[in-house]
């Protein structure tokens, strides 16, 4: 890997391992709960995801300062990981945020939902970590057009829905959409 791409991908990490700590610990960490409630809260998708992805990232970044290169199963590794954030995001812009528009745009949801799956599957690219096909010998048999084609998806959904919510606020009163739930 070139000098460019491992400094974009060392900024990615980072970026993934500091959203994703952020964002499980104002969701699932806060301070003064007891013990049984944040265990619970880490039972949950998101956070798991979010653990798995980042402990993903700190150990790609040690590898790439080692410049050790990395096995078939650590891209394995990396495209799972990838693909269990990827599925939060996209559970979360296509089911959570119509079923409950004016509480998910909180800070932890950001991190934990949106910044954590896009800046993953940026990294994912820019790794190769198997983007275009696992080994040398079956190059198209990755899932790149199939994270690119979620990833479009996800932005336009996304963006659907902010025009909607715009619509609705500019038509009916704030007063009007929350008092009928």
Not at 108 to 131: E, M, Q, R
Request: aromatic fraction near 14%; charged fraction near 15%.
């Amino acid at each position: 890997m070139t000098q460019p791409r491992k400094t974009v991908s060392y900024i990615l990490k980072a970026i993934v391992i500091i959203s994703a700590a952020i964002g499980t610990l104002i969701g699932d960490l806060v301070i003064g709960r007891p013990f049984s409630e944040i265990c619970r809260g880490l039972m949950y998708f998101t956070a798991q995801s979010n653990i798995l992805i980042a402990l993903i990232c700190l150990t790609g970044a040690c590898l790439m300062m080692r410049d050790k290169d990395v096995s078939d199963v650590w891209r394995i590794i990396k495209f799972v990981g990838t693909v269990a954030i990827t599925l939060t995001g996209f559970v979360y812009i296509t089911i959570l945020v119509p079923s409950f528009l004016h509480q998910t745009w909180t800070l932890k949801n950001i991190l934990t939902h949106v910044v954590v799956p896009i800046v993953s599957i940026a990294d994912y690219f820019v790794t190769g970590a198997g983007a275009f096909g696992f080994t040398r010998t079956s190059p198209y048999m990755g899932c790149a057009w199939w994270i690119l084609a979620l990833f479009i998806f996800l932005m336009i959904v996304g963006y659907g829905y902010l025009v909607l919510a715009d619509f609705l606020l500019n038509r009916f009163s704030k007063e009007e959409i929350w008092s009928n739930r």
